[in-house]
């Protein structure tokens, strides 16, 4: 049984008959998938809430995510062989007072080995603190972090689920062009070079363990306007060249000439891109000419980007998938070889940036939270960077080696500079 074919028939109850456990439970997964799901990816959402929420609040939210989002009831079928029980939602869900918030979101740990420790438990986890005394002075009483694995969510999905949409996947579609069958043999070609040749490097210098660490921003939309007025230069623009100029550090950071990045968009409406059959987003390679001076930078990721877009160039992502599909069948053969260690390999790539669409608390799923949101992913070995538009507000969240963090610290400086 596939995982599609799970979801049509996953719910959240105990009066269903128990299922046929699957061999394989992530059979169904895309390569992409499989991929995120071995390189213990996460995706979280985090939010302040005027209200003190509690486990049972949390409880309520969860089983609402999870009717909204069938796909984490399907996983958890598929391992379990059975649907959802109400009584398990007790135990994915915690909620502990605390003296202040000022400390959040950046307290929780965004890696939440649980998640893929636990196959017993659905993928998603909702924590809360509640201030001890009442709200703070910004009306903030409690804060909210909800974590899945990548494998299962995005970022168009977190945009959908702070509407209270649904979020399920299961009526995409693998995309049919022309020709494009020449494209997939050229990216399975070129795999079958890159995938053992990945495998190579990172036995080599994958790291031991991650060093990556969470750090949140928040920015004001007027102030950027007004910087990237000035500066003759879109607001996506001004927010990626903001980020990686100030974690280069004039070239000690990421890079001393190029920066090798992957940027990704997403939409919120049933497109699969780049071959791939679940995911609504696509992810491009640019290479960003280092320079000393930021208005140059940032003249020069905008000219990358444009050169990309105009020539059309999706290609990436089918890269990637081809690519994720070679080690998917080097481990089936060769599983000796495949230990965490190895999914913390990061590519060839220096930086990941993603914009999510915006986010707009509507509806009984997000009554309780306020804005600004904070909305990520983590990858053990990725430096990365993910941005959510509110309506005020923009808010980065970073997750990135712990060297960068005197870089994290520069980004709010460097913007106030440009803000004259």
């Given at each position: 049984?596939?995982?599609?074919?799970?979801?049509?028939?996953?719910?959240?109850?105990?009066?269903?008959?128990?299922?046929?456990?699957?061999?394989?439970?992530?059979?169904?997964?895309?390569?992409?998938?499989?991929?995120?799901?071995?390189?213990?990816?996460?995706?979280?959402?985090?939010?302040?809430?005027?209200?003190?929420?509690?486990?049972?609040?949390l409880g309520a939210m969860a089983a609402d995510i999870?009717?909204?989002?069938?796909?984490?009831?399907?996983?958890?079928?598929?391992?379990?062989?059975?649907?959802?029980?109400?009584?398990?939602?007790?135990?994915?869900?915690?909620?502990?007072?605390?003296?202040?918030?000022?400390?959040?979101?950046?307290?929780?740990?965004?890696?939440?080995?649980?998640?893929?420790?636990?196959?017993?438990?659905?993928?998603?986890?909702?924590?809360?603190?509640?201030?001890?005394?009442?709200?703070?002075?910004?009306?903030?009483?409690?804060?909210?972090?909800?974590?899945?694995?990548?494998?299962?969510?995005?970022?168009?999905?977190?945009?959908?689920?702070?509407?209270?949409?649904?979020?399920?996947?299961?009526?995409?579609?693998?995309?049919?062009?022309?020709k494009q069958w020449i494209a997939d043999l050229g990216?399975?070609?070129?795999?079958?070079?890159?995938?053992?040749?990945?495998?190579?490097?990172?036995?080599?210098?994958?790291?031991?363990?991650?060093?990556?660490?969470?750090?949140?921003?928040?920015?004001?939309?007027?102030?950027?306007?007004?910087?990237?007025?000035?500066?003759?230069?879109?607001?996506?623009?001004?927010?990626?060249?903001?980020?990686?100029?100030?974690?280069?550090?004039?070239?000690?950071?990421?890079?001393?000439?190029?920066?090798?990045?992957?940027?990704?968009?997403?939409?919120?409406?049933?497109?699969?891109?780049?071959?791939?059959?679940?995911?609504?987003?696509?992810?491009?390679?640019?290479?960003?000419?280092?320079?000393?001076?930021?208005?140059?930078?940032?003249?020069?990721?905008?000219?990358?980007i444009e050169r990309l877009e105009a020539g059309g160039?999706?290609?990436?992502?089918?890269?990637?998938?081809?690519?994720?599909?070679?080690?998917?069948?080097?481990?089936?053969?060769?599983?000796?070889?495949?230990?965490?260690?190895?999914?913390?390999?990061?590519?060839?790539?220096?930086?990941?940036?993603?914009?999510?669409?915006?986010?707009?608390?509507?509806?009984?799923?997000?009554?309780?939270?306020?804005?600004?949101?904070?909305?990520?992913?983590?990858?053990?070995?990725?430096?990365?960077?993910?941005?959510?538009?509110?309506?005020?507000?923009?808010?980065?969240?970073?997750?990135?080696?712990?060297?960068?963090?005197?870089?994290?610290?520069?980004?709010?400086?460097?913007?106030?500079?440009?803000?004259?």
């Amino acid at each position: 049984m596939t995982l599609p074919e799970v979801a049509q028939s996953a719910s959240v109850e105990t009066s269903r008959a128990a299922a046929p456990l699957s061999e394989d439970p992530l059979a169904g997964f895309t390569s992409t998938q499989w991929y995120f799901h071995q390189a213990r990816q996460t995706v979280f959402f985090s939010a302040f809430s005027p209200h003190a929420l509690d486990s049972a609040q949390l409880g309520a939210m969860a089983a609402d995510i999870i009717d909204s989002v069938p796909q984490i009831g399907a996983l958890y079928a598929a391992f379990n062989g059975r649907s959802l029980p109400r009584d398990v939602l007790d135990r994915i869900v915690t909620s502990e007072e605390v003296d202040d918030l000022a400390a959040y979101p950046d307290a929780w740990d965004v890696s939440c080995p649980e998640l893929f420790a636990r196959q017993d438990l659905p993928m998603l986890r909702l924590r809360a603190v509640v201030r001890r005394g009442g709200p703070d002075q910004a009306g903030r009483r409690s804060a909210l972090m909800v974590l899945s694995t990548h494998a299962l969510l995005e970022g168009a999905d977190s945009a959908l689920l702070s509407r209270s949409q649904s979020a399920g996947h299961g009526d995409l579609a693998k995309p049919t062009h022309r020709k494009q069958w020449i494209a997939d043999l050229g990216n399975w070609l070129r795999a079958a070079v890159l995938g053992p040749a990945q495998l190579l490097v990172a036995l080599a210098i994958a790291p031991r363990r991650s060093h990556t660490i969470y750090r949140s921003l928040v920015f004001e939309r007027a102030k950027l306007r007004r910087v990237a007025t000035r500066l003759g230069l879109n607001q996506r623009v001004l927010l990626f060249a903001l980020v990686l100029f100030a974690l280069n550090q004039h070239g000690k950071g990421l890079s001393r000439r190029k920066i090798s990045a992957l940027y990704t968009e997403m939409d919120t409406w049933n497109r699969a891109a780049g071959g791939n059959a679940f995911f609504r987003f696509w992810t491009t390679e640019a290479r960003f000419r280092v320079s000393s001076d930021f208005a140059a930078f940032a003249s020069n990721v905008s000219a990358e980007i444009e050169r990309l877009e105009a020539g059309g160039k999706r290609a990436t992502q089918g890269l990637l998938e081809a690519v994720f599909a070679a080690h998917r069948a080097m481990r089936r053969w060769l599983p000796f070889l495949y230990s965490d260690r190895i999914f913390r390999f990061p590519g060839f790539y220096d930086f990941s940036l993603s914009l999510t669409p915006p986010h707009r608390m509507q509806g009984p799923l997000t009554k309780a939270l306020q804005d600004p949101v904070y909305v990520g992913t983590f990858h053990p070995g990725l430096n990365q960077c993910t941005f959510a538009p509110g309506r005020r507000h923009i808010t980065a969240s970073l997750t990135v080696h712990r060297k960068h963090l005197a870089g994290i610290e520069a980004i709010a400086a460097l913007l106030d500079r440009l803000d004259v």
